[in-house]
Each structure stands twice: as structure tokens, then as C-alpha cells.
């Protein structure tokens, strides 16, 4: 079992910046077993959409909508990916979420941080 923790969400002004960190806890029964890493994020009354997700394979994917002002990396000291948002937008204004997915199709996601960008 998995447990992942975001943080680092907040209210800023638009052209700042937020770094999102997640937490990840519990065990896999191999590290191997892990498919992607990566952030989603919820606009309200809509679903959830990739932001940015990072595969075993080395396949770094990013939403047109973040390319060159989000970046994806791993927090080795947390164990879950950290996604470091510059230049933001209020239409950045989201729930995002954390995302560990295995290669046994099992996905796990944490509770969500929210972000809020005011123009």
C-alpha cells in the first residue's frame, strides 16, 4: 500500500511562482513495479487532466498548456515527484494532484493541493 501527501499549494499572483512536492509513503513490492510518476490536476466541474508525468522508460510528457513554465522532477528525500511551476497563469487555478502508477495498472493518488493564481 501507497500513500502519497502534496504540498506546497497556495495563492499567488500571476507571473510567480509555487513548487508542489509530494510524499510518498508505504512500500511496493518492487520499485520496479512502478509504471509513472507524475501531477494531474482538476479544473472545478471538470476532469482530471495530466500536467505532467514521468515513465519508467524515461518518457518525460508535458500539457501543452505548461511546456516550458512547469517542470517534473524527482524528490529523492520525499520519494515522489516534485513539479515546479513558473510564470503562472490564473487559469493555472486548479486542484493537483499527485499520481504513482504501477505496471500492474494500479494507480494511486494523493488527497490534492490546491493552487489558486489572482491576476
Known amino acids: 500500500q501507497v500513500q502519497l501527501v502534496e504540498s506546497g499549494g497556495g495563492l499567488v499572483q500571476a507571473g510567480e511562482s509555487l513548487r508542489l512536492s509530494c510524499t510518498a509513503s508505504?512500500?511496493?513490492?518492487?520499485?520496479?513495479?512502478?509504471?509513472?510518476v507524475g501531477w494531474h490536476r482538476q479544473f472545478p466541474g471538470k476532469e482530471r487532466e495530466l500536467v505532467a508525468e514521468?515513465?519508467?522508460?524515461?518518457?518525460?510528457t508535458y500539457a501543452e498548456s505548461v511546456k516550458g513554465r512547469f517542470i517534473l522532477s524527482k524528490d529523492n528525500r520525499k520519494k515522489g515527484p516534485s513539479l515546479q511551476m513558473n510564470s503562472l497563469k490564473p487559469n493555472d487555478t486548479a486542484v493537483y494532484y499527485c499520481?504513482?502508477?504501477?505496471?500492474?495498472?494500479?494507480?494511486?493518488w494523493g488527497q490534492g493541493t490546491q493552487v489558486t493564481v489572482s491576476s
Open positions: 514521468s515513465t519508467s522508460n524515461g518518457t518525460l
Open positions: 508505504g512500500t511496493t513490492r518492487s520499485s520496479l513495479s512502478i509504471d509513472a
Open positions: 499520481q504513482l502508477r504501477m505496471s500492474s495498472g494500479l494507480v494511486y
